[in-house]
């Protein structure tokens, strides 16, 4: 019961975790202002109604990610793979976390700036917006993120290659513990020949019902053949 609990919330972490890296995404294009319609005198209003929406849905999809490795935490510890995995699962909400209080930091300087230059509207601040330095800076901030989901990634697959392993080494040693009770079953049958004849009696009948039990199968298949043709 624990394990599927396990399994479960792991689920849940990994497809809420993947709906926060999307939602970041978008909500570092907004929080640049490159998410917005220019040209329009409503686009700074419609920009700010949508980071506030993304800020706090993002918001609450951490606390829901938060929870989630609570529960995990909270159930029995079965191996090193699943410490592991909690660890990462927590790094990972701990990246998110960062990068989201990152871009609502830097958008709030973005809004002092362009009130100081007199709004995004005017030329000056245009120029401010569209200047090489801050384009570049959000490129790079874009390449750090892709590194980082990908870093992330490949500690994913790493932690599913553990448990794989730790699978692996389970099925194993339930074969040998296999094996040795048959050993035991070996040497009991040859230590008592009673319980050895028994046995032997107990194949031959099963034999011969499976004999008479195919013949009677062939007869019936035979007579509806005929009965079929004729």
């Keep these: 019961m624990g394990a599927t609990n396990y399994d479960a919330l792991r ?11 999307l939602k970041l995404v978008a909500f570092s ?3 640049a202002g ?6 329009a005198d409503t686009s700074p209003l419609l920009g ?7 800020s706090l849905e993002i918001g609450q999809m951490l606390e829901r990610l938060s929870s989630i490795n609570e529960s995990m935490a909270e159930l029995p510890v079965s191996g090193a ?18 990068e989201f209080n990152k871009i ?3 958008h709030t300087t973005r809004i002092q700036r362009e009130e ?3 709004g995004p509207n005017t030329a000056t601040g245009l120029s401010s917006l569209n200047s090489p330095s801050s384009s570049g800076l959000s490129r790079r901030d874009m390449y750090l993120k892709e590194s980082t989901h990908l870093h992330n990634s490949s500690n994913l697959v790493n932690d599913q290659i553990s448990i794989a392993m730790e699978t ?10 296999f094996k040795r009770l048959q050993t035991r079953f070996n040497d009991l049958s040859n230590r008592f020949p009673v319980i050895s004849s028994l046995m032997q009696r107990i194949n031959i009948r099963k034999r011969r019902d499976s004999l008479i039990l195919g013949g009677v199968i062939a007869i019936c298949t035979i007579l509806l053949i005929l009965y079929a043709f004729h």
């Design 11 to 21: 689920k849940q972490a990994r497809h809420l975790e993947n709906e926060i890296d």
């Design 29 to 31: 294009k907004v929080g």
């Design 34 to 39: 490159t998410g917005t319609v220019h040209g």
């Design 48 to 54: 700010e109604h949508v980071f506030d929406s993304l």
């Design 81 to 98: 793979a699943m410490i592991h995995t909690l660890q990462r699962h927590r790094e990972i909400l701990q990246g998110y976390r960062q």
């Design 104 to 106: 609502c930091a830097n």
């Design 116 to 118: 100081l230059l007199g």
């Design 168 to 177: 692996k080494e389970h099925l194993l040693s339930q074969r040998h513990n």
